[in-house]
Every structure is written in C-alpha cells, then in structure tokens.
C-alpha cells in the first residue's frame, strides 16, 4: 500500500509539472525575449534575426531584443547562451559555425547537442562557385581540368576561416585532389572584390554578396552547391547539374534554445516562427537576400545539425583545419 501511496504521489507531482508547463507555455512570453546573435550586426545573420524578432514581439506583443554577441567565430555568444536559463526567454540565433566550429576549433565553450534545444532552421543560402571572367572556363568540370593542368597555379578566395565557403572549397579540393591554393578574407565583400580583379581568379562564397556581381557579369558563376537551383540565379546551374555531386554547402540560419526549454515553449516558438516565414513580405525579403525560407521542425532541424556535425567535420580532418 505503502509503494501504491508513493506511486499515486509521484504520478500526481507529474501530473501537476506538465500543467505548470502547460500553463507556462500559454502565458509565453510574459516579459521580454533576448535573442543572441553571436556576430557583428549587419551580417546575415543579424539581418534575418532581426527581420524574424520584429515579427515575433508584434505577434506576441512583448520585445524580442537583439544582441549581438561577437566573437571567436561565434562561439563566445554561443557558450554564454549555453549557460543561459532554460525558460525561453534567452534563444540564440546560429548560422553553420554552430556546427563547425566543435571540429574546427581546439575548444568551444558549448556542445551543439547536449547543450542545446533545437527551434527551427529559418533559412538557408546556398554557397556559390564563381571565377574571374578572364578564366577560361564555363562548368566545375572545366575548371577542375584547368587547376590539374597547372597545379599550385590557382587560388581561391573565401570570406573566413571556417565558413562554409571556406569548407565548400576545401570539399571541392578533397574531392579531386586539386593542388588550389586557398586565401582567407576578412569578409565575402573582399573576397569577390578580389576575384573581380582576377587577383585570385576563383571564389566560393555565400549567395547573397555574389549576385550583384553575377548578375552584372563582373564574375562568371559556375554553380551553386545546393541540391535546387535558386530564384536570385535561375539560371546558374547546381553541381550536381554539373555532374559534380555530393557538394552541397550551405550558409544556415536557425534559432536554438538552451537544453532543457520547455517543449511546449519551443514548439510554439517554432509555429509562430513558421507563421512568420510564410508571410510574403518575409519571404520575399529572405530571397531578396539569397536565402530560401525553411521554418522546419525542431525534429528536422536536429536531424540536419547532426548531419552538418558529421559531414563538415569529415571535411575538417580531411583539410587538416584546426584553430587553436
């Protein structure tokens, strides 16, 4: 009787913890949301936090404040979130470094998994191949034939150290065993500045800062390393089109909250999250910026965090890569 007694009491203490969540979760927000940003304001990251935060406040009508945490590579805002209370009211804005940066750097002050509660992946932006229009070259299988007729001749630009254009063009190198020499940027911006000028006559990058200069011919744009083509470049083919497979590299945008946030905090987060991304003037401000809008689950974004920790992590080791 004695164990039925204690039984009846723990069922009954759960009973009452999943109506405090409940009810938690129904009155969310009941004071402000900060929303870390763990970059420099104006980059796209920043940029789409605060898109999705103003929406977010006028939709629950309380203050999603953006702050921008920089620093090493992201992962100083990140850990401080990390510690972060798990009640919702402190989520953290991540783009791929969220996932790179446990392979690239010797320590990171977080764990992309147990420390972490994933929301939804906002958008993604497909990184872009792109060359000098001096190169004389028009496909990714051109230009692989050109850098192996002259090894060590050709270099290309990237925007950071770790950045997925930067692994994007180390995948490309592992993938033929090309002898390219790589040259870091302090930005995309100087990176396509660069390869304008032909000083290095390749570049990967993200999208959005290489379609003005696609579009007006400044650079030649090769491929996009998505599996669809995208809006701001119809008609620029995808590697795989290109007969070049298996080199998709994105620039992600997603919202995690700290482990341990109520699931029913993190789901409605995420339904309001979706509402807002399917708005017109959203969607057409994140493709104007060369992101597709995604608003997934917190299920389907985890499963793509642990499929972006193996695989650029793969591509981590194979380059040799390491920060200390």
Request: hydrophobic fraction near 45%; avoid cysteine; charged fraction near 15%.
């Amino acid at each position: 009787m004695a164990g039925l007694g204690m039984t009846a009491r723990v069922l009954a203490a759960l009973a009452t913890l999943a109506l405090s969540s409940a009810a938690q979760a129904q009155n969310y927000p009941s004071k402000p949301v900060r929303m870390i940003v763990p970059f420099a304001a104006a980059g796209p990251t920043d940029v789409i936090a605060r898109i999705v935060g103003q929406k977010l406040a006028e939709r629950f009508g309380q203050p999603f404040t953006i702050e921008n945490v920089p620093g090493a590579g992201g992962n100083t805002g990140t850990g401080q979130v990390a510690k972060a209370p798990a009640d919702g009211y402190t989520i953290l804005v991540v783009s791929t470094g969220f996932v790179v940066n446990p392979s690239l750097y010797a320590r990171v002050p977080y764990d992309p998994v147990k420390d972490f509660t994933p929301v939804t992946l906002v958008a993604a932006s497909p990184n872009v191949l792109v060359v000098n229009p001096d190169v004389p070259v028009k496909t990714p299988k051109d230009l692989v034939a050109l850098i192996k007729s002259s090894p060590g001749k050709y270099s290309y630009a990237q925007p950071a150290l770790g950045s997925t254009p930067h692994l994007g063009g180390e995948l490309f190198k592992l993938t033929f065993g090309l002898d390219l020499v790589m040259v870091p940027f302090p930005g995309a911006a100087p990176a396509i500045t660069s390869t304008i000028a032909g000083h290095t006559p390749i570049a990967f990058t993200a999208l959005p800062p290489a379609i003005t200069a696609a579009r007006e011919n400044k650079v030649r744009a090769l491929a996009v390393m998505a599996d669809k083509r995208v809006a701001a470049l119809k008609d620029v083919p995808t590697m795989a089109e290109s007969g070049i497979p298996g080199q998709e590299a994105d620039t992600l945008t997603g919202i995690v909250a700290p482990a341990g946030t109520p699931k029913e905090i993190v789901e409605r987060l995420q339904s309001e999250i979706a509402k807002i991304v399917a708005q017109p003037d959203v969607r057409e401000k994140l493709v104007a910026l060369g992101f597709v809008p995604i608003a997934n689950t917190p299920g389907e974004f985890g499963a793509r965090i642990a499929v972006e920790i193996e695989k650029w992590g793969k591509v981590v080791r194979g380059a040799k890569l390491r920060i200390e």
